[in-house]
C-alpha cells in the first residue's frame, strides 16, 4: 500500500502556501455568464454592442483502452473500474464523448443582458450515466442582467462556482478524464428517494437522471473587479436547487456555493491561454433526500494555477463530507451482460479528499505539447472496511492546430487500494493502466 496521506499532507501545503502570493489561470465565471464588454474592430479596442448571436461548438472523438482484468463472479461484475465510461460494457472503443452545440450573446446593444445556451449530443454521463439513457441534452441555459454596479445576477442552469477541474472550459483540458477526485467527489451522482438502502446509510439505485456535469440550477451573483495594477479579484456567490441538471428535488432544499480568486495578470493570452497566476477558494453544502431523510452533501477547496511562457503549472485540494459516492455496482447475474447501479454512503460522518498536481509545457510554441498529472483519492477515511485510496499519473502529448482544435494521447497509471479490507483488495488489484486518444474539434 502506497503512502498517500504523505502526499495528502505535501499537496494541502503546496496549495495552501501559494495562495498567498494570489493567482488565476482564467476567469471562468466571466468568461461562461457575460459577453465581453471590449472587442478589437479594425485594429482598435472598441464597445461592444454586437447582438447578433454566436453560434458554436465542439466535439470530441477518439479511442480509449482499458488494461485492466475484469472479474465476474456468480455472474456479476466486480470490477466497475476495469471498464470504459459511460456505459461500463466494454474495455475498448471508439467514441464520440462529447458533440456539443451552443448559442451565446446579449439581447440588447447596451451589454446589460446575456445569454448562454448549450446542448449535448454525445455519448457521456449526461446522456448515457452508467449506460441508463437520461433523456437530457441541455447542459447550460442561463441569462445574466449586468445592469447593476459591482455585481451581475445569473439566472438558470449553468456551472456553478467550484472547483477549477469542474469550471474550466472541458474543451481546453488536454486530459481525455477527469481526476478521481473530480470525477468521484465533485461530479455528483443523483439517486431517486426511493433508492434501496442496502446496509445502514448505503444507499443504491440505478439512475434515473444525468450527471451533474458541475451544474446545477439557481441565481448566482458574481463579479471581477480590478483591486492593483494587474491584479484581479473575482467573487461568487450561488443559491441552487441541488438537483444538477433535473428539476427534481426531494427534499426541498437548497444548495448554497460559494467562490473567491485573485489573479496577478501577466499581461498576455485570454481564455484558458491567460499568462497569469491565480488561487481560489471555494465551498458548498446543501442536503439530499434518500428514503425521506435528508442527508448533508459537503465539499470544499483550495488551489492555484500558474500559466506563462508555456509552462502551466497547478493544483487543488478537495474535501468532501456526509454524501459520498461509493462506484458503480452490477446487479445483472447475466455473465453475459450488465445493469448498472450507482452505489452512495450517505452519513453525516463519512469524510472522504483527494486532489492534483498538474505540470505542462510547450516545447514547440502553440504546436507540440508534453504534459504529466498526479492525482488521487482517499474515499471514506473514517471507514476501516469501507476505506478505497486511489492513484493515477497521467503522461501525455498533444498536438494543437489552432487553439483547442489539437489531438491528445493520455497514458494513465493507476493503482488501488484497500487498506483495511483485504477481501476488496484482492478486487481492487484487477485495476490496470489507460489509453486515450482523443481529437478535439472547435468551430
Known amino acids: 500500500m502506497r503512502n498517500i496521506k504523505t502526499s495528502k499532507i505535501v499537496l494541502s501545503i503546496v496549495t495552501v502556501g501559494l495562495l498567498s502570493v494570489s493567482a488565476q489561470a482564467a476567469d471562468w465565471l466571466s468568461f461562461a455568464g457575460t459577453e465581453p464588454s471590449f472587442i478589437k474592430k479594425d485594429g482598435k479596442k472598441v464597445e461592444n454592442h454586437n447582438t447578433t448571436p454566436h453560434f458554436w461548438g465542439f466535439i470530441q472523438v477518439g479511442y480509449q483502452k482499458d488494461y485492466g482484468d475484469i472479474l465476474i463472479k456468480d455472474g456479476i461484475n466486480k470490477t466497475p473500474f476495469a471498464m470504459l465510461p459511460p456505459s461500463l460494457d466494454s474495455q475498448s472503443g471508439f467514441e464520440v464523448n ?69 469550471l474550466r472550459a472541458v474543451f481546453t483540458s488536454t486530459y481525455r478524464n477527469f481526476t478521481t477526485a473530480g470525477s ?45 495594477d494587474k491584479t484581479m479579484l473575482t467573487w461568487a456567490a450561488m443559491v441552487g436547487s441541488g438537483t444538477g441538471m433535473s428539476s427534481t428535488n426531494a427534499s426541498g432544499q437548497l444548495t448554497y456555493y460559494g467562490y473567491l480568486a ?137 498536438y494543437h492546430f489552432k487553439g483547442p482544435t489539437r489531438i491528445d494521447i493520455n497514458y494513465a497509471i493507476r493503482s488501488a487500494d484497500a487498506p483495511g479490507n483485504a477481501k476488496a483488495q484482492k478486487v481492487l488489484d484487477h485495476t490496470d493502466n489507460l489509453l486515450s486518444i482523443q481529437a478535439t474539434l472547435k468551430f
Open 98 to 166: 462529447r458533440a456539443r452545440l451552443a448559442v451565446r450573446g446579449m439581447f440588447d446593444k447596451d451589454n446589460t443582458l446575456d445569454y448562454f445556451f448549450m446542448t449535448e449530443f454525445g455519448e457521456d454521463g449526461i446522456t448515457k450515466p452508467a449506460g441508463h439513457a437520461s433523456n437530457n441534452y441541455l447542459t447550460d441555459a442561463s441569462i445574466t442582467y449586468r445592469g447593476i454596479p459591482y455585481f451581475n445576477i445569473r439566472l438558470g442552469q449553468f456551472k456553478y462556482p467550484g472547483s477549477e477541474e469542474g
Open 184 to 228: 468521484h467527489l465533485l461530479l455528483e451522482r443523483f439517486l431517486p428517494n426511493n433508492a434501496k438502502e442496502i446496509k445502514p446509510g448505503i444507499f443504491q439505485a440505478a439512475p434515473e437522471q444525468s450527471v451533474g456535469a458541475y451544474r446545477d440550477r439557481g441565481v448566482e451573483l458574481f463579479h471581477t473587479t480590478k483591486v492593483a
Open 262 to 398: 485573485a489573479e496577478y495578470l501577466f499581461g498576455q493570452g485570454k481564455g484558458y491561454y491567460t499568462q497569469s497566476f491565480k488561487g481560489f477558494a471555494w465551498y458548498q453544502n446543501g442536503k439530499r433526500q434518500l428514503n425521506n431523510h435528508d442527508y448533508t452533501r459537503e465539499r470544499y477547496g483550495v488551489g492555484f494555477n500558474y500559466f506563462k511562457d508555456g509552462l502551466r503549472v497547478g493544483a487543488e485540494y478537495i474535501k468532501a463530507k456526509g454524501m459520498i459516492y461509493n462506484g458503480a455496482k452490477d446487479v445483472d447475474s447475466d455473465p453475459y451482460g450488465v445493469d448498472w447501479e450507482y452505489q452512495i454512503a450517505a452519513g453525516d460522518n463519512n469524510e472522504a479528499d483527494g486532489g492534483y498536481v498538474n505540470l505542462q509545457y510547450f516545447f514547440v510554441p502553440k504546436k507540440w505539447e508534453a504534459m504529466i498529472r498526479y492525482d488521487y483519492e482517499n474515499r471514506l477515511t473514517n471507514s476501516v472496511a469501507g476505506e478505497r485510496d486511489f492513484q493515477t499519473t497521467t503522461l501525455g502529448l498533444s
